[in-house]
């Protein structure tokens, strides 16, 4: 059974920084792209970032790239986002999920964990 499970959410202040981590279990983990995806309220699921199942490819969309990072640890099982410079627009319910091509991930949702809330406010 595939399982997705995000954590390191939370509230922090407009500049600040998060890493969100996400364990995976139930599948090859080190045969899959990853991507992370976010949906803040009121909108549309979001596609993040992405990356190869070697990590020799990342992928980042205009509005996070220069303040966020994916990486992943294939030992550990483990997709990482790093979130600095955070902004209020930053806001939203994020989660990661198997594949790389944003229009094929948004179109599955059923292929992400449960997400994880970050909320970047004074």
């Known amino acids: 059974q595939v399982q997705l499970v995000e954590s390191g959410g939370g509230l922090v202040q407009p500049g600040g920084s998060l890493r969100l981590s996400c364990a995976a279990s139930g599948f090859a983990f080190s045969s899959y792209g990853m991507s992370w995806v976010r949906q803040a309220p009121g909108k549309g699921p979001e596609w993040v970032s992405s990356?190869?199942?070697?990590?020799?490819?990342?992928r980042y969309a205009d509005s996070v790239k220069g303040r966020f990072t994916i990486f992943r640890d294939n030992a550990k099982f483990t997709l990482y986002l790093t979130m600095n410079s955070l902004k209020p627009e930053d806001t939203a319910l994020y989660y990661c999920a198997r594949g790389t091509t944003p229009g094929v991930v948004l179109a599955n949702p059923q292929s992400w964990g449960q997400g994880t809330q970050v909320t970047v406010s004074l």
């Open positions: 990356i190869s199942f070697s990590s020799s490819i990342t």
